[in-house]
């Protein structure tokens, strides 16, 4: 039986001065690891927000959503490179953390 498909969530919190730059990166890494696949991206921003602690930053948390992944594998690569091209070494979305999950049978 073939397995079935899984999506990820890749969350991550940048700087609420670096959202316009960072959602455009994530845009960016969402296009380049779907083109030429059948997953669906896109990129969500949380709606709740807590406030920032007297004199920190507010920070904003960010997901880059993937729907349709049959070849994890596969996809994994195209994430990696579409990331890798895309943020260098930019510590703003260095932090990503990825959920995979799988619809139940």
Not at 3 to 12: D, G, H, N, V
Not at 50 to 56: C, E, F, L, M, Y
Not at 59 to 85: H, K, N, Q, R
Request: one cysteine or more.
């Amino acid at each position: 039986m073939r397995a079935r498909p899984e999506c990820w969530y890749i969350y991550y919190k940048v700087p609420a001065s670096a959202l316009a730059v960072a959602g455009e990166a994530a845009r960016r890494i969402v296009s380049g690891a779907c083109e030429g696949t059948q997953v669906r991206g896109s990129v969500l921003r949380r709606c709740e927000e807590r406030a920032a602690p007297a004199g920190a930053e507010a920070e904003v948390t960010l997901m880059e959503a993937y729907e349709g992944i049959s070849d994890p594998d596969a996809f994994g690569t195209a994430l990696a490179v579409a990331a890798a091209s895309v943020l260098g070494g930019d510590a703003a979305l260095a932090c990503r953390r990825v959920e995979r999950f799988r619809a139940l049978p």
